[in-house]
């Protein structure tokens, strides 16, 4: 991307975010790091290029700015870092897909998707299996699963991002805001960006409460960490087993969206 940031593309509309439960037993949350601007220390600056939306940067943070400022106000207006809006520019648009392909990388997810669980509980500890019946659905509506440049261990980082803000309970009890971005530099669903595969990285926002809006923006942000997406979590030995209740619920939920 040149100077110009745009939302990722996976990101979904408010109507279909719904805040999650305070996750499972010891899930709580711990933020040990805020921002590293208002923190006074060095950021991490790629070249003159703010590292989440790619943006060129007037300043970075560090060495006396109090926070970074991109050199475009549609770089500042739109990237997480710096945003004082919640909400993205809409839905993705639907790909095409073929369905026979989407039936069958759909039945592949779901015999893997306690492994898919298990990867998208490390960024989102609070994760319900509830909220990740209706990620499917909405990769459904999508086409998704179609996609031909899309691989099954890209799935959970993509629903991730799909699922916008979840909610996430802290380690004194505070309500925290989880948040999944891949970089900027997927700016869509299509052949050519996709070529390459997915950017290797994510990052993982987290967000106190908002006091202005029903969502955090920029002005709550206390903390974002840079995470290698896993590749090879499809092999090897399962995960530790999804308790009984919540693989109940993700069933009873999955048959509920699909009515």
Request: charged share 25%; hydrophobic share 35%.
């Amino acid at each position: 991307m040149n100077h110009s940031c745009e939302q990722p593309v996976f990101d979904v509309c408010r109507s279909e975010i719904e805040p999650d439960s305070a996750g499972p037993a010891g899930a709580a949350l711990q933020v040990t790091q805020p921002p590293a601007w208002r923190a006074g220390d060095a950021w991490q600056i790629r070249g003159a290029c703010c590292p989440v939306c790619l943006g060129a940067l007037a300043r970075s943070a560090g060495g006396g700015a109090s926070r970074p400022v991109h050199l475009l106000a549609e770089d500042e207006e739109r990237c997480p870092l710096t945003t004082m809006s919640y909400q993205p520019d809409g839905p993705p648009p639907r790909h095409m897909g073929d369905v026979g392909l989407h039936a069958r990388r759909r039945d592949a997810f779901l015999c893997n998707w306690t492994r898919h669980f298990h990867v998208m509980r490390q960024l989102a500890p609070s994760l319900s299996p509830r909220r990740l019946a209706k990620l499917i659905d909405w990769a459904d509506v999508l086409n998704l699963w179609s996609h031909p440049l899309l691989a099954e261990q890209d799935l959970p980082y993509v629903l991730l991002v799909l699922a916008g803000f979840i909610r996430q309970c802290g380690r004194d009890g505070e309500m925290l805001w989880v948040r999944v971005y891949f970089e900027g530099s997927l700016t869509g669903v299509n052949d050519k960006q996709l070529r390459s595969g997915l950017p290797r990285r994510v990052f993982r926002m987290v967000y106190g409460q908002p006091e202005r809006f029903p969502f955090p923006t920029s002005r709550e942000l206390l903390s974002f960490t840079t995470e290698e997406r896993q590749v090879r979590f499809l092999e090897g030995p399962l995960p530790p087993p999804v308790a009984w209740r919540e693989q109940r619920e993700f069933h009873r939920c999955l048959l509920e969206c699909g009515d």
